[in-house]
């Protein structure tokens, strides 16, 4: 099913309770007009139609709003190492040398 994908894994919940809604439409349909099997089809199956573009819709916005926060976190983690090691880099550098001119050399040295 399309809900086991991390993008659409939030939206699950409310497609089982619509799912559940549309079935229950279904029946209650069903037991109240017994005497027109024609009328039954067509409304039973604008009910399906309804669900199905629904549940589409919300599976379509889920798609296009995820956001993959385990790799967000994973660059923000790789920036701040690169600005730590940046940084021992230039603190080493000025122990070493006394001027910022040297500095520069150090680091892109």
């Known amino acids: 099913m399309l809900t086991s994908t991390k993008q659409t894994y939030n939206v699950r919940p409310l497609l089982y309770l619509e799912l559940c809604a549309a079935l229950f439409v279904e029946v209650f349909i069903i037991r109240l007009s017994n005497d027109n099997m024609e009328q039954q089809t067509w409304i039973i199956n604008k009910v399906r139609l309804f669900f199905m573009v629904s549940a589409s819709a919300q599976l379509l916005y889920a798609i296009c709003t995820y956001k993959d ?6 660059q923000i983690l790789l920036t701040l190492v690169n600005k730590i090691s940046t940084m021992q880099k230039i603190k080493e550098c000025s122990w070493d040398l006394d001027t910022d001119d040297h500095v520069d050399d150090c680091l892109n040295g």
């Open 69 to 74: 926060y385990e790799r967000m976190n994973h």
